[in-house]
């Protein structure tokens, strides 16, 4: 037999053979489009879902990683393994097959060689090609249905065919062959040489479906290790979540603690870490918070305490002063008429700054949280009218409200409220002012609300002083002539729910629009060029704080045809929010100033 050399594959056309070098980008494109997506997800989740993601991801990343490239070693070392062996069998079958064979055999001579080579241990189908005595070409196959010169590649027989010039790199003409095909299900190893010196020409195919099922079963063995690494590393991830979370978790419980005004909230400090680190900043800006806090409630605390001993110990003097200014305002015409002036100076000036000290005690009032509604059943009607007149602004307001509207409310304090509101709205307005009341959400009223009107009528204008009750406002009823607070009439509307809603609008040219954030806060007035009023810029603050205690609200808007509205809410029934204190008649302590706030 002659000696023949072996050479490398042709062609591989196994269905693990490999990709093509343009689809691996694309392939990437589209991972990277879809991690993207799955990251911008994970913007709007929890911090313990995104490590969870984050660390499963990575695990599989990496499982998937290390299980193919164990796969594609294992898979190569297990098919050059049976390559190998199946090759060096097939070339030396081929040469001691043959070797006793003559230069022109007999077919029945190439079936018998054929199938002593077939008979070995590697198993495999083989086809012997060759040229008899009468120089017919014959053809030998152990296997007429799976070998046969048609199911041989046409590339590898060109291949063996092939006679390759001899020189120094090459010392044969003829090589052995290799490739991997398809046929049907199964895979196979097509092999094929030519013997030198005018021999036959072998080819054999092996099946690899054995191989394919070792494959297979590495493959499902390395999926399993890959769920299992991706399960590992979840509970890893949560695991990780829990002991990086828990220290985040209990510093938002106490910031939460500590934007409630808990503040002596503090954190326990265990480990030297970056969390450590963070616990210690939160206790030490909680610790500086707090003792702020202090200082400033402290410095707070005393200021109302300063305020409320001034008032206190301004009203005995003032006590005084207001009796002399008295007895000279009595004695006015007797006086020298260029003393006059100056007196009556002295009484305007007495009576502003007793309203100043009687407000000033008010805001203290509100600010130490010592105010309380003392609840009275109030006719609305009535007691606008009482306000009205009591202050002689008669002529120049107009009351747009139904008698027998009967809300559960602090008389007192709801005359503070109108007081100041209406006295506002003539000071710094125009007339007429119109005061309107209604009710919204109460039962048996139509379109949301009711309405009506009641006649007004009587002296004095806005300029007039007021009357005596100015300081401290009726406690309730009306005016004279009014139905007696004893008893409600029968179509009388009982306190119940809803809203009792009071408009005070005046014809004037409006409030500034940089005046509005403004109008209600304390001793704010709109025109720098006359700081000094009549008012002391506390009425509208002290009638906001008195809505506030009944749970209500005052707004303040302009009107597209002119003019400024000032909006009053009610509930119809304050009684929740009074603490069952309630009175059949009288007055607790000032009413404050009815013509307050400027604009």
Same mark, same amino acid.
Not at 141 to 160: I, W
Not at 211 to 217: C, T, V
């Given at each position: ?13 196994s ?8 689809g691996?980008?694309a &392939? ?24 969870v ?12 990683? +290390? ?19 199946v ?21 029945t001579? %190439? ?64 090589h ?9 299900d ?24 054995t ?7 590495l493959a ?15 509970l %890893? ?17 106490? &910031? ?17 870490d $970056?969390? &450590?680190d963070?616990?210690r ?9 707090e003792?702020?806090?202090?200082? %400033?409630?402290g ?25 002399v ?12 008429p ?6 009556q ?7 502003? %700054? ?24 109030? /006719? ?7 306000c ?12 747009? +409200?139904?008698r ?5 409310? *602090? ?16 000071k ?6 119109r ?12 379109a949301?609300g ?11 204008? &806005? ?7 100015a /300081? ?8 004279d ?13 009982r ?17 500034? $629009?940089e ?6 806060d ?42 400024a ?7 119809? *029934? ?26």
């Open positions: 037999m002659r000696e023949r050399a072996t050479g490398g594959a042709a062609t591989d056309d269905p693990g053979g490999g990709t093509g070098s343009a691996v980008p &392939a990437g494109r589209r991972v990277l489009r879809m991690l993207g997506r799955a990251s911008g997800l994970l913007r709007w989740t929890s911090l313990r879902l995104r490590l993601v984050v660390f499963a991801l990575v695990a599989l990343t990496a499982a998937v990683s +290390a299980s193919g490239i164990a796969y594609w070693l294992n898979r190569n070392t297990v098919l050059d393994r049976t390559q190998n062996a090759l060096k069998d097939f070339r030396k079958s081929l040469e001691d097959s043959t070797r006793s064979l003559p230069l022109r055999p007999r077919c001579e %190439l079936q018998d060689a054929a199938r002593q080579m077939a008979g070995g241990p590697q198993n495999y189908a083989v086809l012997l090609i060759g040229v008899d005595r009468d120089g017919k070409d014959c053809a030998a196959t152990t296997n007429k249905d799976l070998l046969t010169l048609k199911n041989v590649p046409t590339s590898l027989r060109s291949a063996v065919n092939e006679v390759r010039p001899v020189d120094d790199s090459n010392r044969y003409s003829h052995l062959y290799w490739q991997r095909k398809q046929v049907g199964s895979p196979y190893l097509v092999a094929g040489a030519k013997v030198i010196g005018g021999g036959p020409t072998g080819y054999m195919m092996k099946s690899l479906a191989e394919r099922q070792d494959l297979n079963s499902w063995s390395l999926g399993i290790a890959t769920a299992l690494a991706l399960v590992g590393s979840a %890893l991830a949560q695991a990780a979540a829990t002991t990086v979370l828990r220290p985040v978790q209990r510093l938002g419980h106490a &910031a939460r603690q500590l934007g409630e005004g808990r503040l002596d909230t503090r954190l326990r400090v265990t480990g030297t $970056e969390l &450590a963070l616990s900043t939160f206790n030490r800006t909680a610790e500086r918070l003792q702020r806090v202090e200082e %400033l409630s410095r707070e605390a005393a200021s109302r305490r300063f305020v409320a001993d001034m008032s206190h110990e301004l009203r005995t003097p003032l006590t005084a002063i207001t009796a200014s008295e007895v000279l305002e009595e004695e006015a015409d007797s006086l020298d260029m003393i006059a002036p100056a007196v100076l002295v009484v305007s000036e007495t009576r502003r %700054l007793n309203d100043l000290v009687e407000n000033l005690m008010e805001v203290t009032r509100f600010d130490a949280g010592t105010a309380r509604l003392v609840l009275d059943e109030v /006719d609305v009607a009535d007691q606008v009218t009482a009205i007149d009591a202050r002689a602004w008669l002529d120049a307001v107009e009351l747009d +409200a139904d027998g509207t009967v809300a559960l409310l *602090d008389p007192r304090r709801l005359d503070v409220i109108l007081a100041n509101l209406i006295g506002n709205a003539l710094h307005g125009g007339s007429p002012v005061v309107s009341v209604r009710t919204e959400g109460v039962a048996g009223d139509d949301g009711r309405t009506g009107s009641t006649a007004v009528g009587g002296g004095g204008g &806005a300029d007039a002083p007021a009357g005596p009750e /300081d401290g406002g009726p406690a309730g009823g009306a005016g002539g009014s139905p007696e607070r004893s008893g409600w009439t029968a179509d009388a509307e306190p119940g729910s809803g809203t009792l809603v009071i408009r005070v609008r005046d014809h004037g040219p409006g409030i500034p $629009e005046v509005l954030p403004h109008v209600f304390r001793f704010y007035k709109a025109s720098a060029s006359r700081p000094r009023s009549e008012g002391s810029g506390l009425g509208l603050s002290i009638a906001l704080e008195n809505a506030h205690i009944h749970g209500g609200e005052i707004t303040a808007a302009n009107l597209p045809e002119g003019g509205v000032f909006t009053l809410r009610l509930p119809m *029934d304050a009684s929740p929010l009074a603490g069952g204190d309630r009175r059949d008649g009288g007055a607790e302590g000032p009413a404050g100033e009815g013509t307050e706030g400027g604009r």
